[in-house]
């Protein structure tokens, strides 16, 4: 069964760091990319970014509303996905689900997301 | 940046069917996937490739894609079917990932 889950949500000042951790089972990790998908409360699905799979380079890929501050990368000995995010806004403050890129470009398995919140 | 546009909300009575439409420029081109996001629970996938459908998901979702308008058709609708669509595609003159606003789906 596959299982993807994230951890590392919380509460974090503007302009500080946080690393949420997306740790996964249940499939051979490095044969998939791997993203991340927000949501603002109240709001609509944002996508943030993903990392290929290391036959692909481990390339990244950001929207622009994060591009620069925060970075995606993978430890495939772990099946660990992380998220690494920098300079902190406000407009950050979201739940942040990790998800299973097919090579169809969707996203067929999506854990159970982490809040993250950056007061103002 | 690509546009999806959906309507924010649709109303449907037990039993009759459903459409939810995604609006984009020449999104017939595209591959289109759906997803349904239950109150405080994540989204699952119920469509993928304009069409098809993951296990597990009832034969009750269907998927079309033509034109500048893609459609999730739920027939039969129930009361469990009541939550927020999403369309989403591939933007590959951005190498992005782009959601549509989603859709509210109130099962009267």
């Known amino acids: 069964e596959v299982q993807v889950v994230e951890s590392g949500g919380g509460l974090v000042q503007p302009g500080r760091s946080l690393r949420l951790s997306c740790t996964t089972s249940?499939?051979?990790?490095?044969?998939?990319?791997m993203g991340w998908v927000r949501q603002a409360p109240g709001k609509g699905l944002e996508w943030v970014g993903l990392?290929?799979?290391?036959?692909?380079?481990?390339?990244?890929e950001n929207a622009a509303s994060v591009k620069g501050r925060f970075t995606i990368s993978r430890d495939d000995s772990k099946s660990i996905a992380y998220l690494q995010m920098n300079s902190l806004k406000t407009e950050d403050t979201a739940v942040y689900y990790c998800?299973?890129?097919?090579?169809?470009?969707?996203?067929?398995?999506w854990g159970q997301g982490t809040l993250v919140t950056v007061p103002s | 940046s690509y546009v999806l546009t959906q309507p924010p909300s649709l109303s449907v009575a037990p039993g009759k069917m459903a459409g939810i439409t995604c609006g984009g420029d020449?999104?017939?081109?595209?591959?289109v996937h759906w997803y349904q996001q239950k109150p405080g629970q994540a989204p699952v996938l119920v469509i993928y490739?304009?069409?098809d459908r993951p296990s597990g998901i009832p034969e009750r979702f269907s998927g079309s894609n033509s034109g500048n308008t893609a459609t999730l058709t739920i027939s039969r609708v129930e009361a469990g079917d009541e939550a927020d669509y999403y369309c989403?595609?591939?933007?590959?003159?951005?190498?992005?990932?782009?959601f549509g606003g989603g859709t509210k789906l109130t099962v009267l």
């Open positions: 249940g499939f051979t990790f490095g044969d998939f990319a």
């Open positions: 990392i290929t799979s290391t036959a692909y380079g481990e390339t990244t």
């Open positions: 998800v299973r890129v097919t090579a169809g470009d969707y996203f067929d398995y």
């Open positions: 020449k999104v017939g081109s595209k591959s």
């Open positions: 490739y304009d069409k």
């Open positions: 989403q595609v591939w933007d590959s003159s951005g190498d992005h990932w782009v």
